[in-house]
């Protein structure tokens, strides 16, 4: 039997958990509602009543655990720094209690972080040694594999790709800055775009989708599929943006290949052509052949990013042979 590792991706809605086998292979899983907002003491207790569920169900003993968190994370220490969607992660050391308990290692990773070493092991990063990972969501996250092995930089903050500036004198980020990839490409940028394309009354077709709500990123494209041709350009526009961030990044980090994940995604070639001749035009040399792939892993980034931490980690301090 292969060996096993207890994953969990700890999202704003779901705490997700899953054995997973050194395929990349889900043997079982077991989800719970996240708590919305509760003490620490107790997100520990359901953290760990969790995690002794799943690993019950285990055909063989569980060799670690990882859990990946949105936010600010100190692997090394095994700490939640910050963690925007749970109030009770604040300063939060989760590792030490959580392996005391159940007696087997356990680490904590970024969720973006621990999904590019995911992709990196099992799925559209194989057979890379450099990969660079950006996730397109409602932010804009990412991670960096070098040489085989998540870089997290000195303080734990490598791979926070959506705080790159494009534009100094661009709209604020909720990091404080202007002009960020995240604050101008993520679903939130392109729901703000829509949101002003309403407000000039420029988009019938937009107005008509949206109705009395507040519009989303989702909403534009669906516009820009329909014939608008403003909420295209945006589109396009925004495509072009995250090209010349990717590029920068390639010409810094030249990556084998940039594997990319998230909702924007559904954009289809409307987000990633105009991404892709941005990018290239920017890229320098050689780097004008790194390969851009798809994730290939899908709903189970998160759970399998967790599992490849787990395994990266446990076998740094004990290499199999």
Same mark, same amino acid.
């Given at each position: 039997?292969?060996?096993?590792?207890?994953?969990?991706d700890?999202?704003?809605?779901?705490?997700?958990s899953?054995?997973?086998?050194?395929n990349?292979?889900?043997?079982d899983?077991? *989800?719970?509602?996240?708590?919305?907002?509760?003490?620490?003491?107790v997100?520990?207790?359901?953290?760990?009543?969790?995690?002794?569920?799943?690993?019950?169900r285990?055909?063989v003993?569980?060799?670690?655990a990882?859990?990946?968190?949105p936010?600010?994370? *100190?692997?090394?220490?095994?700490?939640?720094?910050i963690?925007?969607?749970?109030a009770?992660f604040r300063n939060?050391?989760?590792?030490e209690?959580?392996?005391?308990?159940?007696g087997i290692?356990?680490?904590?990773?970024?969720?973006?972080?621990?999904?590019?070493?995911g992709?990196?092991?099992?799925g559209?990063?194989r057979?890379?040694?450099?990969?660079?990972?950006?996730t397109?969501?409602?932010?804009?996250g990412?991670?960096?594999?070098v040489?085989?092995?998540?870089?997290?930089?000195?303080?734990?903050?490598?791979?926070e790709i959506?705080?790159?500036?494009? *534009?100094p004198?661009?709209?604020?980020?909720?990091?404080?800055?202007r002009?960020?990839?995240?604050?101008?490409v993520?679903?939130?940028?392109f729901?703000?775009?829509?949101?002003?394309?309403?407000?000039?009354?420029?988009?019938?077709?937009?107005l008509?989708?949206v109705?009395?709500?507040?519009?989303?990123?989702?909403?534009?494209?669906?516009?820009?599929k329909a014939?608008?041709?403003?909420?295209?350009?945006?589109?396009?526009?925004?495509?072009?943006?995250?090209?010349l961030?990717?590029?920068?990044?390639?010409?810094?980090l030249?990556?084998e290949?940039?594997?990319?994940?998230?909702g924007?995604?559904?954009m289809?070639?409307?987000?990633?052509?105009p991404?892709?001749?941005?990018?290239?035009?920017?890229a320098?040399?050689?780097?004008?052949?790194?390969l851009?792939?798809l994730?290939?892993?899908?709903?189970e980034?998160?759970?399998?990013?967790a599992?490849?931490?787990?395994?990266e980690r446990?076998?740094?301090?004990?290499?199999?042979?």
């Amino acid at each position: 039997m292969s060996r096993i590792v207890v994953a969990a991706d700890f999202g704003g809605t779901n705490l997700r958990s899953a054995l997973v086998d050194a395929n990349g292979e889900i043997v079982d899983r077991l *989800d719970v509602r996240t708590p919305a907002s509760a003490a620490p003491a107790v997100i520990l207790s359901d953290i760990v009543k969790l995690f002794r569920a799943i690993s019950a169900r285990s055909p063989v003993p569980p060799v670690g655990a990882a859990l990946g968190v949105p936010g600010l994370i *100190d692997a090394d220490a095994g700490k939640v720094i910050i963690a925007p969607n749970v109030a009770g992660f604040r300063n939060l050391v989760l590792t030490e209690p959580i392996a005391a308990e159940l007696g087997i290692p356990v680490f904590i990773e970024n969720d973006a972080s621990a999904a590019a070493l995911g992709e990196h092991r099992f799925g559209a990063g194989r057979g890379t040694r450099n990969l660079l990972h950006a996730t397109l969501g409602t932010g804009i996250g990412g991670g960096i594999v070098v040489e085989g092995r998540l870089y997290r930089g000195a303080k734990g903050l490598a791979g926070e790709i959506g705080h790159i500036i494009i *534009d100094p004198a661009g709209p604020r980020c909720n990091c404080g800055s202007r002009g960020c990839l995240e604050s101008m490409v993520s679903g939130v940028a392109f729901a703000e775009r829509a949101r002003r394309i309403i407000a000039s009354g420029a988009s019938p077709v937009l107005l008509e989708i949206v109705g009395y709500r507040e519009p989303t990123a989702a909403d534009l494209h669906a516009a820009a599929k329909a014939g608008d041709r403003q909420c295209e350009a945006e589109i396009r526009h925004g495509g072009h943006l995250l090209g010349l961030g990717l590029g920068s990044l390639v010409n810094v980090l030249n990556p084998e290949a940039i594997t990319l994940s998230g909702g924007l995604l559904a954009m289809g070639d409307m987000l990633l052509a105009p991404m892709k001749e941005s990018m290239f035009s920017i890229a320098y040399g050689p780097a004008s052949g790194t390969l851009v792939r798809l994730s290939t892993l899908g709903d189970e980034a998160g759970l399998l990013g967790a599992a490849a931490v787990a395994f990266e980690r446990v076998e740094s301090v004990a290499p199999q042979a």
